[in-house]
């Protein structure tokens, strides 16, 4: 029988996601390695299996292949290696995560810089691939667009801070 996953943004609070999305960046940014990354959710009673990627289609050397198949017997995984991690725990079961939307959106209101412009850059797309079809979706462009605004005034501002320093 095929295991049956639930998407995070289903199954998780907005403060687990953004617990799990601030470690995870952690690790995406090679502050922590793998192991300390999985300790790290151990600590909040949460169970992480990375999904790997398949390298298999991958055009690389034999050397390459061989130091990527080493590096991941011996699990010292890289984000670039990780297609998307497994969360378990007494609360939840077959939770996929991988840095998404409603991650992205989280880590953006929470001031992280890095994901603020991040979230401007997906608003912008979605102003750009939309219109102003119905009442609703008028309403929703207008969101956007104030949420873009916002976003830059947060940036400009941490600029500032950051000059006069």
Known sequence: ?????????????DNEILLFSQIINQF?????????????FLNNDVMIQPILRDFSKKKMTISE???????????????????CFILNSSDFKNVLF???YKAIELLANSGNSKYQEAMISILMTQLRNSYDKDEKLAVQRAKWRRRITELKSELSKKDVINKSK
């Open 1 to 13: 029988m095929k295991e049956r996953y639930i998407k995070y943004d289903e199954a998780l609070t």
């Open 28 to 40: 995406k940014d090679g502050e922590i390695d793998f192991p300390t990354l999985r300790s790290l």
């Open 65 to 83: 292949a061989e130091v990527i198949k080493k590096r991941i017997s011996e699990q010292q995984y890289r984000y670039s290696d990780i297609d």
């Open 98 to 100: 991988r840095m998404g």
